[in-house]
């Protein structure tokens, strides 16, 4: 597995953007105090003159004057995250987006066409900085574990062998180990386990004592080196698609203007929507959903989008700030192709292409796709 790291991508994206921020201290406003202007990240540089987190601004410029202080732009990190998938998809099918700036693919049966995985990954490493101009670090190993914690050595490309997991391991501390709850951290502590080596002769038994049955066999798995998971799909399934908008700062449901935003994500593909579901969360994480009835669906792309904002703001009661919308798709049929394929189906699917020329030329009228005859 190739664990990818793009250390700051949201540093990154400005200097991009403004090339005399390079090698300048750097921190993004926190767009959720606006009575007291405080920080709410901050690069290297700005860590090593002492600014940190949440230290209000006036204080932090008075400490370091040649800091910058940036407007915030999250959309934009989450399409440059979105980026980083769809460059990932040209080397591999498997793979799983992290936090930002991170990923972790699977590169084994890719070597007939890349070569080896080394090299691959260092093509890798080399494109991104081509094409995106970022720079990233990547860690190469059979676990997932440690190629996740090789690419924090910050190393152009750092490789584990196959074998020296648990050795490269040992050394580590526990806080450097991924998803690990701060409370288990504390206990394990107290305990007197601090590094990954303290840990791996644990014994099976005596983990699920002081984790709990269900965490402490995968637990044991990874500080040893010897975690191997199946990677999801980098892609969306065949006739699926999935559009999120992370608002920033949140904001009121009616301050949404979601309909411009459906519109948009219902005119990115020409064919007709089978399955239509939103979902929304607010600020304290509460999940809220709505699924588009039939007849919602037949309407043209202006209609359903103003339904998709009337249902939004009739189901939105909570007065609370909405932090995240998603709109998934099922387009055309709806539904993954087999190798055997129903002849009704294959004529239906061949009828897409033409339905999606209509519905350019008559965007005021609704043309119905041709499952809606069949069940007569």
Known sequence: MLAMWVPELPFQLACGRDGALRDRPLAFLNPESPRSPSLWFVNRLSRAEGLAPGMPMDRALRAVPSLRVLDPAPQIWWEAQGSLGGFLQHWTPQGQLGRLGEALVEL???QRIFGP???????MRRELNVQHGWTSHGGLSLSATAAQIAARAEHHLELVTDGAEAAFLAPQPLRRL???APRLRDRFHRLGLRCFEDLQPVPLPVLVELTNPKLAPDLR???RGEDRPRLPLLTERPGHARHSWRL????????VALAAHCLD???SDPRHPRKLVLRWWDVDGEPHGWRAAAEDLTAPAL???????QAFLAKATRRLLVREVELRLAWGLGQERSLFQDPLQQR???LEPALARLRRRFPDRSVLPGWVGQGA
Request: hydrophobic residues 40%.
């Open 178 to 180: 991924p998803d690990l």
């Open 108 to 110: 084994q049966g890719t």
């Open 303 to 309: 209609i359903l989008a103003r339904r998709i904002q």
């Open 117 to 123: 995985l080394a090299d691959t990954a260092e093509r």
């Open 221 to 223: 798995a990874r500080v």
């Open 265 to 267: 994500w219902l005119w």
């Open 348 to 350: 239906l699917d061949r």
């Open 248 to 255: 920033q700062p949140p904001r009121l449901p009616e301050d």
